[in-house]
């Protein structure tokens, strides 16, 4: 399945951005999808992850509260809506679906089988 990230920009610390991640294919509603981000000079991290359904949602320890992650399977679309964003929070975001393999949320890239191209998300005043 392609992907495509979109919805990046630039804002100030307390703001917030809802990014998307599409795809063309019918698949995609198949695919547990997860949302990563890398900081430059960082490894890539794990933020976010929704299964297919959207009925099953883990975010890492450092966003939870903050983010949310949702899908619209009829849009072939997911969502990561960011609040109270703040300069750690810049980097470039990316989301991937999960191998369909894997049964539970996965946390790790190499667990992935498809990334989009990533978005850039730039905290500051």
């Known amino acids: 399945v392609q992907l495509q990230a979109s919805g990046g920009g630039l804002v100030q610390p307390g703001g917030s951005l809802r990014l998307s991640c599409a795809a063309s294919e019918r698949t995609f509603s198949t695919y547990a999808i997860g949302w990563f981000r890398q900081a430059p000079g960082k490894e890539r991290e794990f933020v976010a992850n929704?299964?297919?359904?959207?009925?099953?949602?883990s975010y890492h320890a450092s966003v939870q509260g903050r983010l949310s992650i949702s899908r619209d399977n009829a849009k072939n679309t997911v969502y990561l809506q960011m609040t109270s964003l703040q300069p750690e929070d810049t980097a470039v975001y990316y989301c991937a679906a999960q191998n369909r393999d894997l049964p539970k949320p996965a946390f790790h890239a190499y667990e992935y089988e498809s990334w989009g191209q990533g978005t850039q998300v730039t905290v500051s005043s």
């Open positions: 929704i299964n297919s359904s959207g009925g099953t949602k």
